[in-house]
């Protein structure tokens, strides 16, 4: 089991940048392929990018692609998401989860373990 704890969302304008951190305890982080979500008030929780165990391999939806940036350090067992360029609508609550095993990766069912969230809001 692992327990996620997500930390550095807050209020930034429009263009400006943030990075998310994602701290795991529990067993073996580099175990765990990680994933970024994102929820946004009345929508459904919407895939942002996924890092694979080793930090080798990732992948973005499309909506993120050029401006985010996944990242892992399995010594600190800790995931970041690197935001740059930000719009106003990528205000959303963003939620770190953690599977053993993916198939897909944007589906929020294949994670086993969530954060708690942390809110970023982007100004205009």
């Known amino acids: 089991q692992v327990q996620l704890v997500e930390s550095g969302g807050g209020l930034v304008q429009a263009g400006g940048s943030l990075r998310l951190s994602c701290a795991a305890s529990?067993?073996?982080?580099?175990?765990?392929?990680m994933g970024w979500f994102r929820q946004a008030p009345g929508k459904e929780r919407e895939f942002v990018g996924g890092?694979?165990?080793?930090?080798?391999?990732?992948d973005y939806a499309n909506f993120v692609k050029g401006r985010f940036t996944i990242s892992r350090d399995n010594a600190k067992s800790t995931v970041y998401l690197q935001m740059n360029s930000l719009k106003p609508e990528d205000t959303a609550v963003y939620y770190c989860?953690?599977?053993?095993?993916?198939?897909?990766?944007?589906?929020?069912?294949?994670?086993?373990?969530w954060g708690q969230g942390t809110q970023v809001t982007v100004s205009s």
């Open positions: 529990g067993r073996t982080f580099s175990s765990y392929v």
């Open positions: 890092i694979t165990r080793s930090g080798g391999n990732t």
């Open positions: 989860a953690a599977s053993l095993f993916v198939r897909i990766w944007n589906h929020p069912h294949e994670y086993n373990y």
